[in-house]
């Protein structure tokens, strides 16, 4: 049975759902992140001890013995429904062997007992937790011998198992260690005795095989530390002895512990990725810690039937569903679940999909107005097949295609239930233009052809329009004087004219859709091809000098020009005289003039050459190097024809100058320098055809 409660003491304006988990006597011990719960129950006429697992509404009892043992107790499960534990065989009142276990859900009898840890020991080990991965850790206790570094008898010793195999864990050189909680990374959390007499426990942190004790972080003389989430932060705190509390808890992160604001002689049990935090009071009252509030779970308000006392809080998950003990309203000692209300209520779908048929093209949203407590997760799916990515609560499918059409459903589901809903989906394709018709320009007397290409459903319906006052009016073409094809995909004139020069022709699709496509507007040109009557002539001038190129072409309709210079368009040059109002040497290039009209076009080319003496247009650097270092000078020139290269060095600090051998190129390179060099000085003379040498600046050379 379950019942609505008020929980506002965090601040979060929400109310839970209370499940009672059976009327036997029974304890809830842990939950998975999927809202899986382990724990125990014990039979009606006997005090043996069950695990039972508690999932999507579902109970299922394990009333046989787990390991051989009538006492089993679930301590940890993952989100595949893996139940670790242990069972325990009592005789005289004294626990002399506990075994610990990996119980598969939902079969029953593939148990996976832990093996002995040791060829001469006592077959005694718990389990506390597993993480989704199916690793497992624990520890081994009442051992007699075969302890790992130098332990004794009536001892215990940490371990993980993995994959059938039993690892014990490092430690602090003591005779006894615990593990109690494991994360997705694998990051290891326990106590550990100090040393081979002490009996001081220390919290420890194992994380990628690296031990670091906590305990200097966690103050006092002794700590555990038992819980770790997915973010690597750890929580423990301070103990007389054995695990015994002594008041402070911390929640340690990144290197840092931080001291929880909790009453004295609290004890945490367990944490989400949140960083909520449960446990009880010095008094054994169970609290949730949160955002720095503590709320005692007694101090909540109920509506409707409650337990009558909460005994424990164990562990809580990120969805904040919270499993201990109770007495419940019907006063029996048994498990219970809580969950926040909008966690807890069934998918439902408050606009059912209904089949509808759309346009392709178009966008549709199919929203079946699902609601439902978190995590809710949908999947959607298209002729029974998942849609990759398609796993939000609504499915939008943008640019529909005929391909699309198709039978779609969804799953939703959430820790409470599950629902689907389908509906048929059809899309329609009206009249595309794939491809449209283009301008088109064709020789008197010759055939020209205007095409469009079309898809979608069929049939399709074809009516090509003439407009000859520049698109302003238009009308039907038909098939006469040359003209056919007026009502097809393609246009086909077999004999143009000159009265058809400048025609501006669109083409109208329809089919059943109603909605019609029309190409764009495309001009049919009629006339002749250009010829270039007189072509532009080479050019050779002097900087400054006023020198223009000319071209003289025919053709119809009039041709137009544009001049290049290079591959370079010239804004503006679109005449038959390019002109140059004093050339420079950055004039100098080739140019071209293209001629064209509808018909096709002409290229002339000529060159112009401006004559330019030689100069430096970037002096070279002073350099400073350490001595046996190389030093490099450099310098641009810029002229007309070949420029020759010279480097001169001084050695007498610019008072002369002497031509350095082979150093005939814009670059000068000293490999190795040396100190003797400090101070030279180094200038390159740069000279062309016009013979007007231009001498750099000079530039110093430092050698430290």
């Known amino acids: 049975m379950a019942a609505l409660l008020s929980f506002t003491a965090l601040g979060l304006a929400t109310t839970y759902v209370y499940t009672d988990l059976g009327n036997l006597t029974s304890d809830a011990a842990a939950i998975s992140q999927n809202g899986r719960v382990a724990g125990f129950w014990e039979g009606n006429t006997t005090s043996d001890s069950s695990v039972f697992i508690f999932y999507n509404g579902t109970f299922t009892n394990y009333t046989s013995n787990v390991s051989g043992s009538p006492n089993n107790f679930a301590t940890g499960i993952n989100s595949s429904g893996l139940v670790v534990g242990y069972s325990d065989n ?68 940490a371990f993980v198992y993995t994959n059938g195999a039993v690892s014990f864990l490092p430690d602090f050189k003591g005779t006894a260690s615990e593990a109690h909680a494991i994360n997705k990374a694998g990051q290891i959390v326990g106590w550990s005795f100090i040393g081979e007499s002490g009996i001081k426990a220390h919290a420890f942190l194992l994380a990628n095989g690296k031990m670091t004790d906590l305990n200097p972080l966690f103050g006092g003389d002794e700590s555990v530390a038992v819980a770790i989430n997915d973010k690597g932060d750890v929580l423990g705190y301070q103990s007389y002895w054995f695990g015994y509390p002594l008041g402070s808890m911390y929640l340690y992160s990144k290197g840092k512990a931080t001291k929880l604001n909790l009453p004295e002689f609290s004890q945490p049990f367990g944490m989400n ?75 439902a779908a408050g606009t059912p999909l209904a089949d509808k048929m759309k346009l392709a093209g178009g966008n549709i949203n199919l929203d079946p107005g699902l609601s439902g407590g978190n995590p809710l997760t949908v999947q959607w799916y298209r002729n029974g097949s998942p849609i990759a990515g398609a796993t939000k609560t609504t499915l939008t499918l943008a640019k529909l295609q005929t391909s699309q059409t198709g039978n779609y459903s969804f799953f939703a589901s959430n820790l409470m239930g ?8 059809t899309v329609v394709s009206p009249p595309i233009i794939g491809k449209q018709p283009v301008n088109t320009a064709v020789l008197i007397g010759k055939t020209a052809k205007l095409m469009a290409t079309i898809s979608g459903s069929p049939p399709l319906t074809y009516q090509w329009l003439v407009s000859n006052d520049g698109g302003s009016t238009w009308a039907n073409v038909t098939n006469a004087n040359g003209i056919s094809g007026a009502t097809s995909p393609t246009l086909i004139f077999s004999n143009t004219t000159v ?30 091809v250009p010829q270039i009557v007189v072509a532009p002539l ?55 003039v293209v001629v064209t009209n509808a018909f096709g076009k002409l290229t002339s080319k000529a060159t112009l050459k401006v004559i330019i003496p030689a100069f430096v247009s970037v002096q070279p650097s002073n350099a400073s190097v350490a001595a046996g270092k190389s030093a490099k000078f450099a310098v641009t020139a810029t002229g007309t024809a070949k ?41 390159c003379l740069v000279n062309n055809a016009a013979d007007l040498p231009d001498t750099s600046h000079a530039a110093t050379l430092t050698v430290n």
Request: glycine share 10%.
């Open 90 to 157: 009592i005789t005289n009142n004294i626990d002399d062997t506990t075994t610990g276990f990996i119980f598969s859900n939902p079969l029953v009898d593939i148990s996976l007992i832990i093996p002995k840890l040791g060829s001469d020991q006592i077959n005694s080990s718990k389990i506390f937790a597993i993480n989704d991965a199916g690793t497992a850790v624990g520890t081994a206790p009442n051992w007699n011998i075969g302890v790992p570094n130098g332990g004794t008898t009536d001892t215990g010793h």
């Open 273 to 347: 990725n949140l960083d909520q935090v449960i446990g009880e009071d010095g008094s054994f009252n169970p609290f949730l810690y949160s955002n720095g509030t503590l709320t005692y779970l007694a101090d909540l308000t109920f509506v409707g039937p409650a337990p009558e006392e909460f005994i424990t809080v164990q562990a809580i998950n990120d969805a904040g569903q919270m499993v201990g003990q109770c007495i419940s309203p019907n006063g029996h000692q048994s498990a219970y679940l809580i969950t926040p209300s909008d966690e807890a209520s069934l998918p």
């Open 418 to 425: 599950n629902m689907s809903g389908n509906m048929t989906l």
């Open 499 to 528: 009265d058809e020069n400048g025609g501006q022709y669109q083409c109208v699709v329809n089919n059943s859709s109603g909605v019609p496509a029309t190409t764009t507007p495309v001009t049919l040109t009629v006339g002749s």
């Open 538 to 592: 080479n050019l050779t001038a002097i900087q400054s000098q006023i020198v223009s190129f000319n071209v003289t072409a025919t053709g119809f309709p009039a041709p137009t020009y544009q001049w290049y210079k290079g591959k370079t368009l010239l804004s503006g040059q679109n005449t038959t005289t390019l002109a140059f109002n004093g050339v420079q040497t950055t004039d100098a290039d080739t140019y071209s």
């Open 643 to 683: 420029i020759t290269y010279q480097w001169q060095v001084s050695t007498d600090v610019g008072h002369s100058f002497t031509n350095i051998a082979k150093a005939t190129a814009n670059t000068y390179s000293i490999a190795k320098t040396t100190i003797a060099m400090n101070g030279w000085q180094f200038h």
